[in-house]
C-alpha cells in the first residue's frame, strides 16, 4: 500500500499498482475545484462490504471514498460532485485502452456517489494512464475576448478585476431571472460570494465561493 496526498490535503492509502491511477482521478477533481476534506475521505479499509459478507474493496486497497458526508450511501443519488467532473473521472482510460473507474453513483440499486473504484485489472494497470483522457473542464480554457486571469479573487478581495467580474456575474444573474449584485465599491463581499456560489452551481464548478481560473473563464463564455 501507498499514502497519497490529495490536491486539498487529504491523504488516502491505496494499492500500489493504482496510484498513478488515483493521482490522474485527483487532477480531475482539481481541475473543477472539488475539494476532498481530510475528515471524510479514504480508502484503504480492512472491513466487509455494506450489507454483505465478502470483503470490501477497500479492504485490498482498490478504491477511495470522497466527501461521504455530502455524498451517502442510500436508495437514491445525493451528491455535490459536478457531473461533469464525474463523467471525466470514468473517462479515464489505461495506455491501452481500458476503463479505469467505476462509480458508486451509478450502481443500479443503492446509490454510493462518494465511491470510486478501480475497474482495471493490474496487467491494464501497468500499461500506466492515457494522459489525454485525463481531462480538465471545459471553463479551464478560455473563450475569445475573456480577459487575462488574474488570480483567484475570494471574499474581501477589492479593485478591478473584481468589479468586472460582478459585471459578468450580474449578466448571468439577469439572464436566469435573479436579483443582480449591487454595484458600489467594487469589493468581493457576502453578496458577491454568495452570486459566486450561485453560478458555479449552475456550471457544476463546484462550490468554493472563490472565483478561480475555471469559474473566471466561464463567466465570459
Same mark, same amino acid.
Given at each position: 500500500m501507498t499514502t497519497i496526498d490529495l490536491w486539498t490535503g487529504a491523504r488516502i492509502t491505496v494499492r500500489n499498482i493504482t496510484v498513478e491511477a488515483f493521482r490522474a482521478l485527483d487532477t480531475v477533481m482539481k481541475a473543477w475545484n472539488y475539494a476532498p476534506r481530510k475528515q471524510v475521505t479514504g480508502a484503504f479499509n480492512c472491513r466487509k462490504i455494506t450489507g454483505g459478507t465478502g470483503f470490501s474493496l477497500h479492504a485490498y486497497g482498490i478504491a477511495a471514498d470522497i466527501n461521504w458526508d455530502k455524498n451517502p450511501f442510500g436508495p437514491r443519488l445525493v451528491t455535490d460532485m459536478p457531473r461533469g467532473m464525474v463523467e471525466?473521472?470514468?473517462?479515464?482510460?489505461?495506455?491501452? !485502452?481500458?476503463?479505469?473507474?467505476?462509480?458508486?453513483?451509478?450502481?443500479?440499486?443503492?446509490?454510493?456517489?462518494?465511491?470510486?473504484?478501480?475497474?482495471?485489472?493490474?496487467?491494464?494497470? $501497468? =500499461?500506466?494512464?492515457?494522459?489525454? =483522457?485525463?481531462?480538465?473542464?471545459?471553463?479551464?480554457?478560455?473563450? /475569445?475576448?475573456?480577459?487575462?486571469?488574474?488570480?483567484?479573487?475570494?471574499?474581501?478581495?477589492?479593485?478591478?478585476?473584481?468589479?468586472?467580474?460582478?459585471?459578468?456575474?450580474?449578466?448571468?444573474?439577469?439572464? $436566469? !431571472?435573479? $436579483?443582480?449584485?449591487?454595484?458600489?465599491?467594487?469589493?468581493?463581499? /457576502?453578496?458577491?460570494?454568495?452570486?459566486?456560489?450561485?453560478?458555479?452551481?449552475?456550471?457544476?464548478? !463546484?462550490?468554493?465561493?472563490?472565483?478561480?481560473?475555471? =469559474?473566471?473563464?466561464?463567466?465570459w463564455q
Amino acid at each position: 500500500m501507498t499514502t497519497i496526498d490529495l490536491w486539498t490535503g487529504a491523504r488516502i492509502t491505496v494499492r500500489n499498482i493504482t496510484v498513478e491511477a488515483f493521482r490522474a482521478l485527483d487532477t480531475v477533481m482539481k481541475a473543477w475545484n472539488y475539494a476532498p476534506r481530510k475528515q471524510v475521505t479514504g480508502a484503504f479499509n480492512c472491513r466487509k462490504i455494506t450489507g454483505g459478507t465478502g470483503f470490501s474493496l477497500h479492504a485490498y486497497g482498490i478504491a477511495a471514498d470522497i466527501n461521504w458526508d455530502k455524498n451517502p450511501f442510500g436508495p437514491r443519488l445525493v451528491t455535490d460532485m459536478p457531473r461533469g467532473m464525474v463523467e471525466a473521472i470514468l473517462a479515464i482510460r489505461t495506455n491501452g !485502452g481500458h476503463e479505469v473507474f467505476g462509480w458508486g453513483g451509478n450502481y443500479r440499486r443503492n446509490k454510493d456517489a462518494m465511491h470510486y473504484e478501480i475497474v482495471a485489472s493490474p496487467s491494464e494497470l $501497468a =500499461t500506466g494512464i492515457q494522459g489525454q =483522457t485525463v481531462a480538465t473542464p471545459p471553463s479551464s480554457v478560455s473563450a /475569445p475576448g475573456t480577459p487575462p486571469f488574474p488570480g483567484e479573487l475570494s471574499e474581501g478581495a477589492i479593485g478591478e478585476h473584481v468589479r468586472k467580474m460582478q459585471a459578468r456575474l450580474n449578466m448571468h444573474l439577469r439572464g $436566469a !431571472g435573479k $436579483a443582480e449584485i449591487p454595484l458600489g465599491p467594487a469589493r468581493f463581499g /457576502p453578496k458577491t460570494k454568495a452570486a459566486v456560489l450561485w453560478f458555479q452551481g449552475a456550471r457544476n464548478l !463546484g462550490d468554493s465561493g472563490v472565483v478561480n481560473e475555471a =469559474t473566471w473563464n466561464s463567466l465570459w463564455q
